[in-house]
């Protein structure tokens, strides 16, 4: 991606060379929509502070994210970092919210969705959630995320989600896996918008716990998703944090940016 200006006007801030959206959450929902109904074939993605360390040190995952058609903030380590950088901050829009939101905007406007990805039972629990708030709401399909990149079972995959045609496919299979299965199959992924979402349906099916709004809100939580899965998430934070703050630092201290906010 280049940065320019998008439709609505609101220009993306550049961060460690990915352009991460400074639209507001509502407005970028609604494109995201758009390109659904227009049968536009794009790329949605995220970035964190630990997605953003994995892009430093794999040139594929970096591509991957660079050539995404949006990218977005999750994550309150970003938006500081912008500011200690002097970059246009941008909004924070975690999966737990929003896609609420966009499963309303495909129920009132008939637009499908396909969840793939997280261990078996979690992507399918997530459709059940939605499907109780949004009775109507069109999902074509699930499918856990356990199989290899290039393996014959993502071949099978890549034909049912051919054979279902949903609007827009949830790929939650974790950074960097996710952004690199859809890199790969680009061209053969039959849906319009690709939208890549982490660990979205292990919260949805409630097999992992959100932390309270009060924590999450104030840029705590990964010290909540520390203090419930310590051995899997010490070394993302206990490790990743100092990392990506000493990047940051690092490019402030160069200054190799323009002060956009």
Not at 127 to 132: G, I, M, T
Not at 176 to 197: C, F, G, H, K, Y
């Amino acid at each position: 991606m280049t940065a320019t200006t998008n439709s609505d006007g609101a220009p993306p801030t550049e961060m460690f060379g990915i352009d991460v959206e400074t639209t507001p959450p509502a407005e970028l929902l609604r494109r995201i929509l758009d390109y659904a109904e227009r049968a536009e074939r794009r790329r949605v993605s995220y970035v964190n502070a630990h997605v953003l360390n994995q892009a430093q040190s794999n040139p594929e995952l970096h591509s991957a994210l660079q050539s995404s058609d949006v990218v977005y903030c999750d994550g309150y380590g970003v938006r500081l970092a912008a500011r200690l950088i002097g970059l246009r901050v941008p909004h924070r829009m975690t999966g737990a919210d929003w896609v609420w939101g966009i499963a309303a905007l495909c129920q009132e406007s008939g637009r499908s969705l396909y969840l793939l990805g997280s261990d078996p039972g979690a992507a399918s629990g997530a459709a059940q959630a939605l499907k109780r708030w949004y009775p109507r709401l069109d999902v074509r399909g699930t499918h856990h995320g356990y199989f290899d990149l290039d393996s014959p079972h993502s071949d099978r995959v890549l034909e049912h989600i051919a054979e279902m045609k949903p609007d827009i496919l949830l790929v939650g299979m974790g950074t960097p896996q996710q952004e690199l299965w859809v890199d790969r199959n680009r061209d053969r992924i039959d849906a319009p918008v690709v939208w890549t979402v982490g660990a979205l349906f292990d919260y949805m099916s409630g097999r992992v716990p959100r932390a309270p709004y009060w924590i999450s809100d104030n840029g705590f939580e990964w010290i909540y998703r520390l203090a419930v899965e310590p051995r899997r998430m010490w070394r993302r934070y206990l490790l990743g944090n100092p990392a990506f703050l000493y990047r940051v630092l690092d490019e402030r201290r160069q200054g190799n940016h323009s002060s956009s906010r």
